[in-house]
């Protein structure tokens, strides 16, 4: 059974850093590409970052660049987003997600979720 787990989400001030994992078990997404999405209560979930399945390509929304890194370690079959800087904005559930493809940075793309995990910003 595949599985994707985040960990590393919290409350912090504005200003402060996070590091999310997903850590991915039942197979391997090394030939895959990975991406984090995020939600905000009354908003549709949007992709924060993506990153190609050998990490040669990466991709960061706007909202985030500069602030956040998307990476990846295969042979822990792990993604990371190390946010810096954080906003109140930045307030959102936010989701791993593994697609069956090498690249993608549409919703559609991405096949297997995690169950999400809350980071709260306050001002």
């Known amino acids: 059974q595949v599985q994707l787990v985040e960990s590393g989400g919290g409350l912090v001030q504005a200003g402060g850093s996070l590091r999310l994992s997903c850590a991915a078990s039942g197979r391997t997404f090394s030939n895959n590409a990975m991406g984090w999405f995020r939600q905000a209560p009354g908003k549709e979930r949007e992709l924060v970052a993506a990153i190609a399945w050998n990490a040669g390509t990466t991709f960061h929304i706007d909202s985030v660049k500069g602030r956040f890194t998307i990476s990846r370690d295969n042979a822990k079959n792990t993604l990371y987003l190390q946010m810096n800087r954080l906003k109140p904005e930045d307030t959102a559930v936010y989701y791993c997600?593994?697609?069956?493809?090498?690249?993608?940075?549409?919703?559609?793309?991405?096949?297997?979720w995690g169950q999400g995990t809350q980071v709260t910003v306050s001002s």
């Open positions: 997600a593994a697609s069956l493809g090498m690249w993608s940075t549409s919703r559609n793309g991405y096949h297997y």
